[in-house]
């Protein structure tokens, strides 16, 4: 019984991975497309993402299953638990790559308002946050998932360059940027979303390794590393 119980939560790990694997390329994707301005490519992202969705039921209802049936405790319960919220967090990244997507189509047609500088780069920020959280839930590596909120604020700090110079340096000068501008302000909005996104796994990795509640709470992280 013990050892089928084992089986279950790495199935359950697994398919968390999966998961995650997938929104990462979903993000690359979609910031790809933006910069190829390539419709089709953005087209995949939407359609691939009731792959994610399908994967998103799966594990809840096997999560739900696991608490009902096992009735675990202290840190099997911790990881069925985190691994439900990891889940939430997870699909809503794969929402967000849809998102940026999507804004794609609005793009696609136009010349591009400017060179795309700081949103490639926020974009890498966002993919390596969401693959450190994830690395930092399946090694149980409490330290990765430190770091991984201290990277928050450079994320902020792009996605604030990019609408400072998107408004001041476009928009209020010339109010016909606005049709292209205004997609790539909220791509840099879905973007430095999946950074938060990332970073509430990591605070969920810090609860599930320590039973310690961070969240709300980061600053005291980021103090402690100054």
């Known amino acids: 019984m013990e050892r089928h119980f084992d089986e279950e939560l790495k199935r359950l790990n697994t398919d968390l991975l999966k998961m995650a694997a997938l929104a990462e390329v979903a993000i690359y994707k979609s910031v790809e497309s933006l910069k190829n301005r390539d419709k089709e490519l953005a087209e995949t992202v939407v359609e691939e993402d009731s ?3 399908e994967l998103e039921l799966v594990i809840e ?4 299953d696991l608490l009902a049936l096992r009735q675990p405790m202290a840190r099997d319960l911790r990881f069925i638990t985190t691994g ?3 889940n939430a967090e997870v699909e809503r990244i794969a929402d967000l790559a849809v998102n940026i997507a999507q804004r794609v189509f609005e793009l696609a047609d136009k010349p591009l308002l400017k060179p795309l500088i700081d949103i490639p780069k926020l974009a890498g920020v966002a993919r390596k946050m969401v693959k450190g959280a994830i690395d930092a839930f399946v090694n149980r590596d409490e330290d990765l998932a430190k770091k991984i909120i201290l990277s928050d604020p450079e994320a902020d700090n792009l996605r604030n ?3 400072q110079e998107l408004i001041n340096d476009y928009m209020l000068k010339d109010s016909t940027t606005a049709p292209r501008a205004v997609p790539l302000l909220l791509i840099a909005r879905h973007l430095e979303r999946i950074c938060d996104h990332a970073t509430n796994i990591a605070e969920d990795v810090i609860y599930m390794v320590k039973a310690k ?3 709300h709470r980061t600053e005291k992280i980021r103090d402690n590393h100054r």
Do not use: C, G, P, Y
């Open 51 to 53: 792959k994610i969705d």
């Open 84 to 86: 439900m919220k990891i």
């Open 61 to 64: 209802e096997r999560a739900i």
């Open 161 to 163: 360059l990019v609408q």
């Open 213 to 215: 509640i961070v969240r």
